[in-house]
Structure formats: C-alpha cells, structure tokens
C-alpha cells in the first residue's frame, strides 16, 4: 500500500476496557512519507530484542540528526505494547532532538510516538495533547496520510473517554481521508468500522457494535493481518459478553488468542485472557477464571496498560468471593479501588477539555490571522495606487498616518497602565488566598498528623491483640466492640475533615429546596439515641406542631444537627440531657440544642469559629475532638443563608442556635 505520504495501521479494536479501544487503533505514519513494507504476520509493534539492538547500533553510525531522530522514532515503535517506559523514553528523545534541529517532520512523528505512550500508561490528558499536537503540524505542512491517521487516534481516545459527539466527528474527517486512498481492500477503513462499533457498544447497543465489527473481520479476513483478525474477534465476543451469551463469546475469544500467540502478540494475548476469565466466571468455571485471570495480571503488568490490570483485579476479586475467600477477595478489591482512583479523575477530563479548546481558539485565530494579512496587503496597493495619483493626498495621508500612530501609543500606554494596577491588585488577591491555603493545608496536616495517626494506631494495635488468639470469648468481644467504637469515631472524623477541605479549597455549592426540618430533627435524634444511651445521656426533640418548612440544602443542614447534636453527647456525662427545640419566624426557622453538660470556658470560647486557632479537647468519657466539627457547621450555615452563635457556661452547660431561611428569597440563594 504505497501512497505520497505512506501510512498504515496496527491495532484495531474496541475491547472490555475503555483504554482498549485508543490502544488497539493506534496508527503509524511512514517516516519521511517513504513506503513502508509489511510481512503479513508481523508488525512493527513486535518489539524483539535483535531489532531493537540493530537500531540502538545504527545510531552510533548515523552521521545525521534526521537520520538519529527516525531511528529514535522506530525504536519506541517497537517498544509500544511491550514496555509503555521505554516506548515513552525514546519518544521523548525523538521529539527533543527533532525541536532543536527544527525538523518538522520529525516533531509531528515524535509527537505521535509520545501520544501513543502515555496512552499505553493511561494518561489520557497527556496522549490527547501529544496527538494534537501532531494533528496540528500535519495539517500545518498539508500531511494528508498522517492528518487522517491522528483523526482515528483522537477519535479512539474520545470514544473511550464516552464523548461520542467529538468521536463521530473525528471519525468522519478520518473516514474522508481514509476513502481518498488507492486502497481496494479497503483496509484504510478498518479502524473507522471499529471505532463506530465501540460507539454503538458505549451506547448499549451490542447488536450494532457486532456488525460493524463484523465488517471490520472481513476486511482483516481480506489482507490477513493476524492482528486485525484478533482484534476484531475479541470486539464480536465482548459484545456477546455484554449479551450474556456467553458460550459464543468464548468461541470467538479462544480464536482470537489462538491467532494472537502464533502472531507473538502479547498484548492481544493479555486481553483474550481477561476476556476468558469473564465468562469463565459467568459460566461457573471459577477455576479457570482465576487461572485467566492471572494470566491476565501477569501479562498487562509488562506492558504497563493499567486499565487491564485493573479488570484482572476486579476478575479475582469477583471469583474469590464467589468460592468464599474473601481474605483474597478483599485484597484484590482493595488494589482495584486503589488504581481506580488514580486514573479517573475530573481534573484529567477538565484538562482534556481545555485542550481541545484551545486547539479550536487556535485554529480559527490562524483563519483571522490571515484574513488580517490579505487584508493588510490589499490596503497598501491601494496607497501605493493613491500615492501615485496624487502626491499632495499622499502628504496627507502620512501626516494622518503619523497622528494616528501616536493616538494609538498613547491609548495602548494608557490601557497598559490600566491593565498594570488591575494585574497588581489581582496579585494581592492571589496572595492573600495562597496565605489562606497554606493555612488550611497546615490545618490539614495537623490533623492528619495528630489526630487522624492516633486512631489507626489504636486500631491496629487491637487487631494484633485479637490476631494473637489468646483471649478468651469474653475479651475477644470487648475488643471488637472497642474496635467499632474507634472506627466510628475516625470515620466521623474523615467525613468532616474531607467536607470542610473541599469547602476551604474548592468552595461548596449549596443545593437548597423546600423540606420539613422537623423531620430532619426527628431523625437525628433516634440515630444519636443508641450513641446517647451508651453514655447514659438521654436525647430528646421538643414536640413541634406541624411541619417547619425552610429553604437550604438539606445534606448540608443534615450534618450541622448531626455535629452540634455529636457534640452536646460528648461533652455530656451520666445522667445529663440534650434537647432539640425549633422555631419557625416569618423570615427564619431558629434550631437549638441544648445541654447540661460540661460547657465552654470563657476564654476558650473566642476560639470556637475561629478558623486561624485550632481548639479542641476532650470529651466527658476522653472522646478525643480535631476542632473542625463547629468549623463545618458555621460554613454550612453560612452558605445556606443562616447565622449560628452559641451561649455557655463552665460547669453549667451550653446551647448552640443557627438559623435557616424559611421561604425562598432570591436574595438570600447563595450564588
């Protein structure tokens, strides 16, 4: 398949993960538009040793630095799928050499050697600038061959990522492209076929994925690529999985691995075993799916693909609770929320949507640039016309020339100097919120450090007494009741110290409505009653007639009753009482808890919302306190439109009164 700009593809298909599909529709540009030839069962990506050594030797050969920026570009080529580290290295050392010596080319194909890399280690962020960038220097330089091959690539990423309107619309442009080329296999057009089967799978519709699919294995079946026929095998048995038909699936699963170990594809290979350990596993054969399964793990590890380690934890984890070892299952369970949570995040989909924005802002400011320029040269033929017929409307021109350049300074230097002062003042706004930053990350770290540290000490030191097995029944259960004691204490803890820093860092948006805070205080109070009851305090609601209906965030209000009600328990002793009265006003509802308990100190209690002191101490049964539970509450109160202040008296007790707005008022929503 020989063309001006020769381009071919590797990998084609949409599988069980959603990085599967950016991984196997990956497409390589013929360095310097050459031809380049493949072996049928072979493929540039099979990276053996000896070829990579031949490589590494040329380079001490080569006298050229285009000649050094190629041989870096094929051997992270031959890298891809076998080791995502070393694939990335040498990409990177392609891309550096070709910017320094301004070789274009070379910086589109680095470019594209980078993409491929981090995809393979699941930075999405990072593949789709890298493939930007390359999509952006193609179209720059007229690259028609290697523009509709970063098209299907970028296109495979959004698809992945369950943005199917840009999928669609990268597909068709790479589809044009693909439909131009002297091609009548039409191989060009078998990433496009898979790329929509993986739309129609993304949506649900399983169907539609297989026959697009399966058009896609009769184009394989055509010019017999191996990987092709692989690849399009395992999409048809995905979506029979998905189908819970699970014996066809498996037919074509089993055939596709076949194909792949004789083709040496040990990517290929890793996916079929993930694959086979699922329906092993809906078949019952939980045998042969943990066998699959760390086939599996061991496989995707060398490539370093982690959104396929990923499945292979969550296959073990399934299979070793199903047959009752749930020791191993919980281990894997463990390992597969832990790598879950470093490669879903939203900051990665906001910056993928920020750089895609700012390559459409840059394309059309590259239309309007060159509009301006045409334009610029239309109006100096046209002085240049004037300038000849008439030498006095010439001198004119200039003198009106020269005053309007110096207006034009003098209006610049003015919105200069504007735009200086507006800089400086923002800057001294930045500063003061870094100091307020710095503050609530040293808050954070304070507690972490102290308070967080002590419970999970205190907790393990338990686990190792009743690991020890040397108690008797009775001891045994008294430390497992200490146990839970702890953990609901630190789990409190953690709920309030991630609330209130993500009030301090990102700021939280209240999501009020009507609802009946009489409920609300109902149903705190039964949950504070067993808490309550182990310390002998008893936890009573004033009889309310009637619902209160206020307006706020009914989560947010929830956890302010649920702190101060915490709070009047912990720092009650035997024999005393919490209560929970409300009002209702026109314009407010008043809550109160009151109690009997131990009190605040005077000079303590400028210290309580506070947020530059930290004050804490200890409960009436030394239940340890952080000192954000009251933080929190005067946040949420806050930005739910109310006020919150407390009375207290040392030795006598204290009640804690907020309010909330009992009508909506568009004045009073927080914005």
Same mark, same amino acid.
């Given at each position: 398949?020989?063309?001006?700009?020769?381009?071919?593809?590797? *990998?084609?298909?949409?599988?069980?993960?959603?990085?599967?599909?950016?991984?196997?529709?990956?497409?390589?540009?013929?360095?310097?538009?050459?031809?380049?030839?493949?072996?049928?069962?072979?493929?540039?990506?099979?990276?053996?040793?000896?070829?990579i050594n031949t490589q590494l030797k040329?380079?001490?050969?080569?006298?050229?630095?285009?000649?050094?920026?190629?041989?870096?570009?094929?051997? +992270? *080529?031959?890298?891809? %799928?076998?080791? #995502?580290? +070393?694939?990335?290295?040498?990409?990177?050392?392609?891309? &550096?050499?070709?910017?320094?010596?301004?070789?274009?080319?070379?910086? #589109?194909?680095?470019?594209?050697?980078?993409?491929?890399?981090?995809?393979?280690?699941?930075?999405?962020?990072?593949?789709?600038?890298?493939?930007?960038?390359?999509?952006?220097?193609?179209?720059?330089?007229?690259?028609?061959?290697?523009?509709?091959?970063? @098209?299907?690539?970028?296109a495979g990423l959004y698809t992945s990522m369950e943005d199917y309107s840009k999928a669609l619309y990268y597909n068709q442009q790479g589809y044009k492209i693909a439909m131009k080329q002297n091609d009548p296999a039409h191989e060009g057009t078998f990433s496009l076929l898979v790329n929509i089967g993986e739309i129609f799978k993304k949506k649900g519709q399983p169907d539609s994925a297989i026959a697009y699919n399966s058009r896609a294995l009769v184009i394989a079946k055509k010019v017999k690529n191996p990987i @092709?026929?692989? #690849?399009?095998?395992?999409?048809?048995?995905?979506?029979?999985?998905?189908?819970?038909?699970?014996?066809?699936?498996? +037919?074509?699963?089993?055939?596709?691995?076949?194909?792949?170990?004789?083709? %040496?594809? &040990?990517?290929?290979?890793?996916?079929?075993?993930?694959?086979?350990?699922?329906?092993? @596993? @809906?078949?019952?054969?939980?045998? %042969?799916?943990?066998?699959?399964?760390?086939?599996?793990?061991?496989?995707?590890?060398?490539s370093g693909i982690a959104e396929l380690i990923q499945t292979a934890y969550n296959v073990l984890y399934l299979t070793h609770q199903k047959i009752g070892n749930y020791k191993e299952a919980l281990y894997y369970r463990n390992l597969e929320v832990a790598l879950n949570d470093s490669l879903k995040t939203e900051q990665r989909l906001k910056t993928i949507r920020n750089m895609q924005s700012a390559y459409e802002l840059e394309k059309k400011e590259q239309e309007i640039d060159l509009l301006n320029k045409n334009k610029i040269i239309g109006q100096k033929e046209l002085e240049k016309v004037r300038l000849k017929r008439d030498i006095l409307t010439a001198g004119t021109i200039l003198l009106m020339l020269i005053a309007f350049v110096l207006l034009r300074n003098y209006i610049q230097k003015r919105k200069l100097s504007e735009q200086l002062a507006l800089k400086n003042e923002n800057i001294s706004e930045q500063n003061l919120h870094l100091e307020e930053l710095?503050?609530?990350?040293? *808050?954070?770290?304070?507690?972490?450090?102290? &308070?967080?540290?002590?419970?999970?000490?205190?907790?393990?030191?338990?686990?190792?007494?009743?690991?020890?097995k040397s108690l008797s029944e009775e001891e045994n259960d008294y430390w497992i009741e200490k146990i839970d004691e702890t953990l609901v204490i630190?789990?409190?803890?953690?709920?309030?110290?991630?609330?209130?820093?993500?009030?301090?860092?990102?700021?939280?948006?209240?999501?009020?409505?009507?609802?009946?805070?009489?409920?609300?205080?109902?149903?705190?109070?039964?949950?504070?009653?067993?808490?309550?009851?182990e310390k002998k305090v008893t936890i009573t609601g004033e009889e309310i007639a009637g619902p209160i209906i206020v307006y706020g965030d009914e989560t947010m209000i929830d956890i302010v009753i649920r702190n101060l009600m915490e709070n009047a328990v912990k720092f009650s002793k035997a024999g005393d009482r919490v209560t929970l009265t409300a009002k209702k006003s026109e314009a407010f509802a008043i809550l109160k808890i009151q109690d009997n308990g131990k009190g605040i100190p005077e000079e303590s209690q400028s210290k309580i919302f506070n947020k530059y002191t930290s004050y804490t101490t200890f409960g009436t049964a030394s239940e340890k306190g952080s000192g954000l539970g009251l933080l929190l509450c005067k946040e949420l109160v806050e930005r739910n439109n109310g006020t919150i202040w407390f009375e207290s008296t040392a030795g006598i007790g204290s009640s804690f009164y907020f309010t909330v707005p009992s009508v909506k008022n568009e004045e009073l929503v927080a914005i």
């Open positions: 398949m020989k063309k001006t700009e020769e381009y071919f593809r590797i *990998r084609g298909c949409a599988i069980l993960l959603q990085f599967r599909l950016y991984t196997k529709c990956i497409i390589i540009y013929g360095i310097l538009g050459c031809a380049v030839n493949i072996v049928p069962g072979t493929l540039p990506c099979q990276a053996q040793p000896d070829r040329k380079l001490d050969k080569v006298k050229h630095d285009t000649d050094r920026v190629n041989i870096y570009y094929t051997i +992270s *080529r031959l890298y891809w %799928s076998r080791n #995502a580290d +070393s694939a990335l290295f040498m990409a990177q050392k392609s891309l &550096d050499l070709a910017k320094k010596i301004h070789y274009e080319k070379g910086i #589109a194909l680095g470019y594209l050697a980078e993409g491929v890399a981090l995809g393979y280690k699941g930075d999405w962020p990072g593949a789709l600038a890298s493939h930007l960038q390359c999509l952006r220097i193609s179209e720059k330089l007229g690259m028609e061959g290697l523009t509709g091959n970063e @098209y299907n690539n970028i @092709y026929l692989a #690849a399009a095998m395992y999409n048809i048995a995905e979506n029979y999985i998905t189908k819970k038909e699970y014996r066809l699936a498996e +037919s074509y699963l089993l055939k596709a691995l076949d194909i792949a170990q004789k083709a %040496s594809d &040990d990517e290929d290979v890793a996916y079929c075993h993930s694959g086979l350990a699922l329906t092993s @596993y @809906y078949t019952g054969k939980y045998s %042969s799916s943990m066998m699959y399964a760390q086939r599996g793990l061991e496989e995707s590890r060398r710095v503050h609530v990350k040293d *808050r954070l770290f304070s507690i972490i450090g102290h &308070d967080l540290r002590g419970p999970i000490h205190t907790i393990s030191h338990m686990m190792e007494i009743i690991k020890e630190t789990s409190g803890l953690v709920e309030n110290l991630l609330y209130w820093a993500k009030s301090q860092l990102d700021g939280i948006q209240p999501n009020p409505a009507n609802f009946d805070l009489r409920k609300l205080i109902d149903q705190n109070v039964m949950l504070m009653k067993q808490r309550a009851a």
